[in-house]
């Protein structure tokens, strides 16, 4: 009669709540964003079958994922790219983009000082849909080549 390790009941049981429990993934930290974000990966092993690292980050709020992640932390973990960015690469880039906002900012205000007025967004619905001179819509006049 076999023992209790060979109870296939028993061994399904066990599994099953084993794999309840939580199980720490521990990966290498790579590094820090200035939004507070931690990015972990675990690299590849091709000897066990793992052709790609793990990658994954952790938000500074728990399980909250709504906030956006910088660029270059986006490709790398995407696998866009093999190293993760250098503190000076993102802040050249975050110095880059307040630039850009400045500027912007000058512009839009000189716009406005040479008496500039808001864009006009246009409506969206069947007037926004172009009109051509040549062609109405039910004009029997307009033969359209029949393409069978």
């Known amino acids: 009669m076999p023992g209790p390790e060979r109870n296939l009941l028993w061994i ?4 099953f709540v084993d794999s309840l429990r939580p199980r ?8 820090k964003d200035y939004l ?5 990966e675990i690299p590849a092993n ?3 079958g793992k052709r790609k690292p793990t990658r994954w980050y ?8 709504q906030d956006p992640i910088p660029a270059e932390w986006e490709a790398w973990l995407r696998m866009r790219r093999t190293e993760p960015p250098t503190e000076e690469e993102i802040a050249k880039n975050l110095a880059i983009a307040q630039m850009k906002k400045i500027n ?3 512009l839009e205000a000189k716009r406005l000082a040479e008496g500039g007025s808001l864009p006009s967004v246009p409506e969206r619905g069947a007037q926004s849909f172009p009109v051509y001179p040549d062609f109405q819509p039910g004009d029997p006049d307009n033969k359209q080549p029949n393409n069978k």
Not at 12 to 15: E, F
Not at 36 to 40: E, L, S
Not at 58 to 64: F, N, T
């Open 36 to 40: 507070g974000n931690a990015y972990f």
């Open 104 to 106: 912007a900012a000058k």
């Open 12 to 15: 399904i049981v066990r599994n």
């Open 46 to 48: 091709p000897s066990v």
């Open 58 to 65: 952790d938000p500074p709020k728990q399980l909250d994922f």
């Open 24 to 31: 720490p993934i521990k990966g290498n930290s790579m590094g």
